[in-house]
């Protein structure tokens, strides 16, 4: 069966949520209500036999005549009991369950209020149960049954699956063959999910592989091939499988057909590669589990040899051969004779790789099969030489990609942490280091630092280690590198650069005063530092954070001229000239700041500031009377960034120009001119989709807060149905899906803020929107898992991300779940922690309020009150929280006896708000005029 031992359907219904029995007036409907919920949760739960002890002595007690007492109802507890039974292995009772609740509790027209909800699902299953049993004719009977009387409630492609299965098992194969092309086709509906269609596709393949029916084969890889297409770690499980049909095809010979199945095997390197991308690029709070896969698989393949792949290659070198395609052997061979020198099979190996490789006239492989000797004279005198020769001499000559290909074919033969495996060792990663291979060099040289604690290279290694690390911009694992490399070699070539990076790590961690002081010590020691003119532009970021505006000023000014003067550094000038441009604005020298900007759009319009520049100097060029040719140079940069949906600069320029543009000439010819935008049609998507909802904002930036608009409604509306996910940035996407949220299309939005953080794990911007809006929507769940999965996103936003404008909306739906959740003790914390920040204002009284609760909650009764009153006292115009506080103050006074000040907390609550129609404060009237008669001369006494 798929995915387990049950029927698909069977499985699929444990996470059916139960459609309760209605609570009767009778004793015994609510004796029956109770149970039923009970076990309902109980099966959710995996606890199967209890619930069926319940469910069974609630049929014991009250099923006979149950139709004609509770309705169609009660068939929802046979089938629960069905599914219990399932799931303990017993399909023959199960079975009759099933038929028990289809047959024996059909729904009535009179029914409504007492409805079989599951009487469809209960006919599916008890197909299954049948199947299960091996009794295909009766699963046969009852799936066509369910097929025929329809349902929107039905998965047809799943049914459509099993019914196949009956089929091939009584003989009835080209039902079964044409049930499985449906499934792997998508389905009656063309939306069955993937996985259930590669189900299809494997059996049909598995139907014709074993027939030798070979046009067959190849017709159903033609139209449904891609759907064995998977992540590699998913992939790789098809292995054995693929191996299997390969090998069948070579008996037949039929060469084509074996290699197109040795074609679509993965490599357990590509599996490595994945899960190590995985390591890196998935969340924080989910990486130990992504460092768990990993080592699992290492092991698994190191103790497995990777058998798996040397037989693979093989094959596919054998079936190259026999095609007379040598150099295709020649690439098999090569790779298993490189990473496999342990097989059984390695004469053979290096036979055939030599014969290949002479037939294609491969002279330059005399290298690495010149050198067989490696295995057969471990200890030769010239080892070290050639090795020497092979590696080191091609990486000092900078020779790079060369170095790092022989250094590749070189190592395999040579033991590690051995003398002659230092110099590849050193050379695979310092070559992937130069040649910007930056995972690959950060593993390497992490390895080598490891293996080699005396090796010849190891100061090198160790630099470009740490430098390689800010690359990829790991800040704090990089700084402890550098900081050791520069105790430990105080007189390194490498000391300019390494007291660099040591800076950059410094301002990235917010250590300004000890950027600065790193810097200082490069301007002194080494002065004529090849790099000094991105170190003055690091300094002038560092005076720009410290609040110095006029030092920055120099710095930036000397890292101009210094990379100008040294040439084949515009990005490093420009960057200084961006910086220069804004130090000016932001002092209102709009003629400098000008200038500054024509000398940039001279020398540095083809970098990657080239946006950053014009937006920042916008303030100027409106100043001197230049609003319309800014406009006009962002409509240049807004059309050249245009065709991309990730593009930052994109967002950049167009917001500039929105803003401007409004400041010119008002809304109404804003929206005319995003209607109409300048440029040759059709524009790019992704700048359609900008364009339309530039509109939009335009729209609502005059609208009062929480006023609709029509005209809006209908442009996100267009903008909904014009665009694909792919063609928005983040930004429009997160606009919309609010929008969508705001019209209670949840379910959309939700797919668009997936979309976001699953497609674009690259394009980080507004991730953190997207997270924080899917956990406000999973913490207001009914399923616990989903809170608790919403709980960790919000939990990232607050701490992960620290977005300022996030953080109170994360931390408010924090303490909102664990208030939810009755976690009294976690709630406050929350709560607390909302109010310790002053700066945040939404939702104070409810804050207030809410930590007077939890006092109360936990028996802090003292505290509580001294809240409560805190609360109606500061907050009295927020009703919905200041009536709360106010009643449960009285009733805390009431119930430690002290009526008297109890009436009077109520009465000066009256007097406040008695006169407003409120729950609580209606509530509160009714208690007022209870106890007035025993306060009657204190009714108009003192506020309390």
Known sequence: MIRSRLPLLLAGALVLGATPLRAQQQHPGEVVYRGYVQAVGLVQAGRHQEALNILEGLMARFGSGAYQQFGPVFGNLYYYQGIALVNLGRFAEAAKAFETCYVGFPNRDDSAMSFNSFRTQALVQWAGSELMQGNHENAIRLYEQAMNEGGAELNRSEIILNLAQSFYATGQVERALQGWRTVAGGGPDRRAPRWLRQEALTRLCRHYVEHDAHDDINAVLDEFGELFQDRPDVAYKRNPMFLHFAHKASQAEQHYLALRWYEMLTRPGDVLAHLEEQ??????????????????????????????????????????????????????????????????????????????????????????????????????????DVIVVLVEVLFFRGDYERAYEVAKKVRPNLRLGSLPRDPPDFVIGGSAFMLDSNEEAKAELDAYVTHYPEGRHRETARFYQAAVRVRLLEWSEASPL??????????????????????????????????????????????????????????????????????????????????????????????????????????????????????????????????????????????????????????????????????????????????????????????????????????????????????????????????????????????????????????????????????????????????????????????????LDLGLIDVASDDPEIRRRGRERLLLVRDGYQTHELMEAAQLGLARLETREQRWSEALREWRAYLANRGWNRAR????????????????????????????????????????????????????????????????????????????????????????????????????
């Open 482 to 771: 550098l900081e050791s490399f520069l105790v430990d070699y105080p007189d390194s070539v490498f000391l300019a650069p390494a007291l660099h990076y040591r800076a950059l790590c410094h301002f990235m961690e917010d250590e300004i005063e000890r950027c600065l002081e790193r810097i200082g010590r490069i301007e002194r020691e080494f002065p004529d530092y090849g790099d000094m003119a991105a170190v003055q532009n690091l300094k002038g970021d560092a005076l720009q954070v410290q609040g110095q505006p006029e030092p920055a000023r120099v710095a930036y000014r000397k890292g101009k001229d210094l990379a100008e003067a040294a040439g084949g550094m515009d990005d490093i000038a420009a960057y200084a000239t961006w910086q220069l441009i804004g130090i000016t604005v932001a002092a209102r020298e709009w003629r400098e700041s000008e200038a500054l900007f024509r000398e940039f759009e001279r020398k540095y319009a083809t970098t990657p500031f080239r946006i950053d520049a014009t937006v920042t100097a916008i303030p100027a060029m409106e100043q001197l009377g230049h609003a319309e040719e800014i406009l006009t140079k962002l409509e240049a940069l807004i059309l050249a960034e245009g065709g991309s949906a990730v593009s930052v600069g994109l967002a950049k320029a167009f917001n500039g120009y929105r803003d401007l543009f409004v400041r010119q000439h008002g809304h109404d010819r804003l929206i005319a001119r995003l209607r109409d935008f300048p440029g040759p049609q059709p524009r790019p998507r992704p700048l359609e989709s900008w364009l339309m909802l530039g509109q939009i904002e335009a729209h609502e930036d005059r609208l009062k807060p929480g006023e609709r608009s029509a005209d809006v409604r209908g442009l996100y509306l267009s903008l909904d149905r014009a665009f694909r996910p792919t063609e928005m940035a983040n930004y429009v996407l997160v606009k919309l899906a609010r929008f969508l949220q705001a019209e209670n299309r949840t379910e959309n939005a939700v797919r668009l803020y997936d979309f976001i953080l699953t497609q674009r794990p690259e394009s980080v911007e507004y991730h953190d929107y997207a997270l």
């Open 279 to 384: 390591v890196y690029q998935v969340p924080p709070e989910r990486r130990p589990d992504a460092v768990r896969a990993l080592r699992e698989f290492q092991t698994e393949q190191r103790d497995a040899a990777m058998p798996d792949e040397a037989i693979a290659l093989m094959g596919i070198g054998y079936e190259y051969f026999q095609l007379r395609n040598y150099l295709a052997t020649f690439t098999c061979y090569r790779h298993l004779a490189d990473h496999y020198p342990r097989i059984e099979t390695r004469p053979q190996v290096l036979h055939t790789a030599v014969a290949s490789a002479v037939r294609i006239g491969y002279w330059d492989e005399a290298v690495n099969y010149g050198l067989a000797f490696l295995d057969e004279f471990p200890h030769h005198e010239l080892l070290e």
């Open 845 to 944: 009284a409810e804050a207030n309020y809410h930590v007077g609760l939890c006092y109360d909650r936990l028996d802090r009764r003292e505290e509580a009150l001294k809240t409560y009153v805190n609360t109606y006292v500061n907050f009295e115009s927020h009703i919905d929280w200041s009536s709360r506080a106010y009643l449960r103050t009285a009733l805390i006074q009431r119930e430690r006896g002290d009526r008297e000040n109890a009436f009077k907390v109520l009465d000066d609550m009256m007097k406040r708000m008695g006169h407003l129609d409120h729950d609580t404060i209606n509530r509160a009237r009714g208690l007022h005029q209870q106890w007035q008669a025993e306060f009657a001369p204190a009714a108009g006494g003192a506020r309390s």
